[in-house]
């Protein structure tokens, strides 16, 4: 029961957190920003702290697995929507660092549950692929509104905190991580860690090309967020 339990609320909590996140470009942020250019400068901004801080969460929950990243990151997220619309740009960076803490700790929880089955984690992972689709489309009309969402993710973060925690780590997975790292300094894994989440969102916002323009200039974002 504990790792079906963990699986249903790691699926409903990644599908509402990022539902939120875009919920929160598709209504709030388009609604502030008048011009595709400063939208697809919000999503990139996004992007850049949610990818480039998991290297760092991640690392500190190697040290300190039961520190309830899901939950905090659930709580965060949750928050962004009871913000006013007019504060979307603000919204945007507890919302980067909420996904940044959820998306770290839910993979390496969906790790430590799946025992070395794939399907596991492709079901979680692929919640969050509804969830944005369904907060885009959500954004579009006058309900639910956003606190109903906020509800939804304090409800999502309390089922994180008592069911969505791996109690005890498989060894083997502790085994190969240092196995990996042990040879390379902390500075060194961070950076190659990093490197390719910043370099993608930084590429798609310097691209020169002439049909990078309108809405067709959301796309770089969309794929590095997918």
């Known amino acids: 029961m504990g790792r079906k339990a963990a699986l249903i609320t790691e699926a409903i909590a990644h599908l509402m957190v990022d539902l939120a996140c875009f919920f929160l470009f598709a209504g709030h942020l388009t609604a502030t920003a008048k011009t595709t250019v400063l939208i697809g400068a919000g999503y990139l901004i996004f992007l850049i702290l949610s990818y480039g801080l998991r290297p ?8 300190y697995p039961r520190a309830h990243s899901q939950a905090i990151g659930c709580l965060l997220v ?16 507890p919302a980067a660092v909420g996904s940044a803490l959820f998306h770290t700790g839910a993979l390496g929880e969906s790790v430590a549950f799946a025992r070395g089955y794939f399907s596991r984690n492709a079901i979680v992972l692929s919640t969050g692929v509804f969830g944005a689709a369904l907060g885009t489309i959500l954004a579009q009309r006058t309900t639910p509104a956003p606190w109903m969402i906020a509800v939804v993710l304090f409800f999502s973060a309390f089922l994180c905190f008592f069911f969505a925690e791996a109690r005890k780590y498989p060894r ?55």
């Open 56 to 63: 760092y969460f991640g690392l500190f929950l190697d040290e």
């Open 78 to 93: 949750g928050v962004t929507c009871l913000l006013p619309q007019r504060w979307a740009w603000i919204a945007l960076f």
């Open 172 to 226: 083997r997975i502790r085994s190969f991580r240092h196995s990996i790292t042990r040879s390379l300094p902390d500075w060194a894994i961070l950076v190659l860690t990093a490197f390719p989440a910043l370099a993608a969102t930084l590429a798609a916002a310097l691209l020169p090309a002439d049909w990078a323009k309108g809405l067709w200039t959301l796309i770089p974002a969309a794929v590095c967020m997918v």
